[in-house]
């Protein structure tokens, strides 16, 4: 039976791909375009297409006046869903209309309308459950794994998908982007109506006018696009659900396997291991080039290349030392430049006591100071070096708290000797390394002998590349070593081999037969990657997963001891000198005893009182004079005898 193709997409269920469409009226673009912009515009009567994929490419929102807006996936506003009052009345129709695994956005919550009995329990009516899995059989049977909500303890129950029902969704609370409504909360044969969470900065030129003055609910109709392999052609077609043709499903009538296969390399690197090697048509390249070197881009523009194997392979990641825009680079072990060391800095001691190793001690110079309020640790001043090695850490305890304090155990470089000190690990400061080491590494070595992160510069290229993208970076930091999925791919005369990146490389290839030939004549070529900063960050979000987590970080007192005070240093009296009454007109001075009466204290007492009168306002200054020591002590104590009288 004939339908046009937005009929057969709406009806299309995406597990029962491919499906075999034939065109039963064309449509026929002006001046015969068979393709625009990368879709297909062309579509001749009696014409055969495999459908393999569909995929939403943009919404069209309708407010409640009928006015349509159209809105890309790359829409930056944040939308909450208007719950859907219709009920699903079986579990078997929420199946078929919900995308439903294991991922968060993907396990929808209902309500029940009636009581359910379960072997153990019961759902009540009104109890709302979540659905966290499903699995079907091939009989056309199998069931869905629930948990309800808003009981203790909780209740995990399976309902079969023949369960009959009222169920309706449940208020949802949580933002979703178009891109994340698009693939997990658009229910098929249903409308989404949503509401505008949040607007786009003003700035957004291109979106920030497209739902300005809306308010309210609005309907999202989805407008999805058909991925196709055309009888006679090699390439993907990309086909507008929209296009105004009528189409016939035949997949009964012809052979799936007749039309080419198109396989990403994911789907490569997953076929058995018994069929390779094989020999491969590229039928899609890669659209960006940047990152891919020159060498593997003339093995990429062959019509024809032979899958070896696939195979997991070792790779460096490493991004260069730099403040801003740093590039990220995958280093294969293959490499064969030379590393020479680089200075690390670390902000903490506890930084210090991670990267010391077994093979060697870690010299470093202070460049920030920091005062120790423990006891018995020291503290640091800008230009202390110390000598780190490998060793337990030591806890102390302040004489004030009760509290441990994890210390670090070095030595402190003074002039020819060595001091031991211990550091507290739990105050900020800041050290450089001193490098010593003036060796050349190759790209293992530097990994199996020295922790992560570690510093280096490429102080010899690798002469055979053409270009080595390392040599003009001034500074590498080597983070971990990572394994990730690569295929062998050689030309047809081999006389070139390639370790190709599954997971990077976006290629569309078709494998057409077996091949039985040599094993590699030259040596396989790896090359050094460069990534973007997306791709670094999921790495090391997936590399973090498998391994042991990190150390516990040290502990802090909650209250450190107070500091002891310091002893306030008696004043140095100054040398006394000769004052001459007149010698200064600004300001009179007091009158100087002379060197005849000197030894006569009662003299002495009342030039002074005469000199410099006692009041509130000021205390007795110290009286200039020449005189003997034991002349001056007794001076001292005179004017002490009248500061306690004051007081």
């Not at 309800?148 to 982007?177: A, I, V």
């Not at 990152?291 to 392979?313: G, M, R, T």
């Not at 107070?562 to 009158?591: G, L, V």
Request: proline share 8%; aromatic share 8%; hydrophobic share 35%.
């Amino acid at each position: 039976m004939a339908m046009t193709l937005t009929e057969f997409t709406r009806s299309l269920d995406p597990k029962t791909l491919p499906r075999i469409l034939q065109i039963q009226s064309g449509f026929y673009c002006q001046g015969a375009v068979y393709e625009l912009f990368g879709r297909e515009c062309c579509l001749s009567t009696g014409d055969l297409m495999k459908i393999i994929d569909i995929s939403i490419t943009k919404f069209i929102a309708y407010t409640a006046d009928a006015t349509e807006i159209k809105l890309p996936l790359e829409y930056p506003g944040l939308f909450r869903i208007v719950m859907d009052t219709q009920p699903y009345l079986s579990i078997q129709e929420i199946v078929d209309s919900l995308k439903i695994s294991s991922h968060r956005l993907g396990q929808p919550t209902f309500i029940s309308a009636d009581q359910i009995q379960l072997p153990q329990d019961s759902v009540k009516e009104g109890d709302s459950f979540q659905i966290t899995a499903v699995s079907e059989d091939d009989q056309g049977g199998g069931h869905v794994d629930c948990e309800l909500l808003h009981r203790e303890p909780k209740l995990s129950f399976r309902l079969d998908l023949s369960q009959q029902g009222r169920f309706t969704e449940c208020e949802d609370d949580q933002f979703y982007t178009l891109r994340e409504l698009a693939e997990w909360k658009i229910p098929k044969g249903r409308k989404r109506t949503v509401t505008a969470a949040n607007a786009p900065p003003t700035k957004d030129v291109l979106f920030a006018t497209q739902l300005e003055n809306m308010c309210g609910e609005l309907t999202l109709t989805p407008v999805y696009e058909l991925q196709a392999v055309m009888e006679f052609r090699k390439s993907i077609a990309l086909i507008p659900s929209n296009m105004d043709v009528e189409v016939m499903d035949v997949t009964e009538q012809f052979d799936v396997n007749t039309f080419i296969q198109p396989f990403s390399l994911q789907d490569v690197s997953q076929k058995p291991s018994e069929i390779f090697p094989m020999v491969a048509d590229i039928i899609e390249r890669p659209l960006a080039e940047r990152h891919i070197p020159e060498e593997l881009l003339n093995l990429i523009h062959s019509d024809q290349v032979i899958v070896h194997k696939a195979y997991e392979a070792k790779r460096t990641l490493a991004t260069e030392i730099r403040q801003e825009s740093a590039r990220h680079f995958l280093i294969p072990t293959t490499y064969k430049g030379r590393f020479k060391r680089r200075p690390r800095e670390f902000p903490t001691a506890y930084d210090l006591e991670q990267a010391c190793s077994d093979t060697e001690q870690l010299h470093v110079v202070a460049t920030r100071g920091f005062d120790s309020t423990y006891s018995g640790l020291a503290s640091v001043i800008a230009g202390d070096q110390f000598i780190v090695k490998k060793s337990k850490m030591k806890e102390l305890a302040g004489n004030e708290t009760r509290d441990a304090v994890d210390a670090l155990g070095c030595m402190k470089i003074k002039g020819k000797t060595h001091e031991s000190v211990h550091l507290p690990m739990c105050l900020d400061g800041g050290f450089m390394e001193v490098v010593h080491d003036k060796r050349q590494y190759s790209i293992d070595e530097v990994c199996n002998r020295f922790p992560f992160p570690f510093n280096v510069k490429v102080s010899v290229r690798d002469l055979s590349f053409k270009e080595d993208i390392l040599a003009s970076v001034p500074g590498l930091r080597i983070e971990e070593q990572i394994t990730d999925p690569y295929l062998l791919i050689s030309t047809v005369d081999l006389s070139s081999w390639w370790e190709v990146p599954v997971n990077r490389l976006h290629m569309t290839v078709h494998l057409e037969k077996s091949w039985t030939g040599g094993v590699p004549t030259t040596g396989v070529n790896s090359a050094v990657e460069e990534i973007p900063e997306d791709c670094y960050y999921t790495m090391r979000r997936y590399a973090f997963t498998t391994v042991m987590p990190p150390p516990r970080p040290p502990k802090k007192p909650k209250r450190p001891p107070a500091r002891p005070a310091k002893p306030q240093p008696i004043p140095r009296p100054e040398k006394p000198t000769n004052i001459s009454a007149s010698s200064s007109p600004k300001s009179p001075r007091p009158a100087v005893i002379s060197r005849d009466n000197s030894t006569d204290p009662s003299n002495s007492t009342a030039e002074n009182e005469r000199a410099v009168p006692l009041s509130p306002a000021t205390l007795p200054k110290p009286v200039l004079q020449k005189c003997k020591t034991h002349e001056f002590i007794h001076l001292l104590l005179q004017e002490d005898t009248a500061l306690r009288m004051y007081v």
